[in-house]
């Protein structure tokens, strides 16, 4: 897939479906519970390794329990293959971590 190429909110359902994360307007918005500050703390660590690997970084918000991220590609102004990848990958961690979708 073209990593260039912005995606539609269309083009993402399918994948999307079922993750923490939704398509809205020009990101991927997703959030997950954790079970108290440092939890949520380890989980920003780990995805920070992934994004610097990827050299894709989102946004994110940190609070007790709680962690939220957005994904876009600045370079091309929206959603692209690279920011699908990296909500699997942050959905994989997350999993892992045992933080669960929502806020």
């Not at 949520?40 to 991220?69: N, Q, S, T």
Request: aromatic share 4%; glycine share 10%; proline share 3%.
């Amino acid at each position: 897939m073209d990593q260039q190429r912005i995606l539609s909110p269309d083009d993402t359902a399918d994948e999307l479906a079922g993750t923490a994360f939704v398509h809205v307007g020009e990101q991927l918005a997703g959030a997950y519970a954790t079970a108290d500050f440092a939890s949520a703390v380890r989980l920003v660590d780990a995805v920070a390794v992934v994004a610097d690997e990827a050299d894709h970084h989102p946004d994110i918000r940190l609070g007790w329990g709680r962690v939220e991220f957005e994904l876009s590609s600045h370079d091309v102004g929206g959603v692209t293959s690279r920011d699908l990848a990296l909500a699997r990958r942050i959905g994989d961690i997350a999993e892992e971590q045992g933080a669960k979708p929502g806020n």
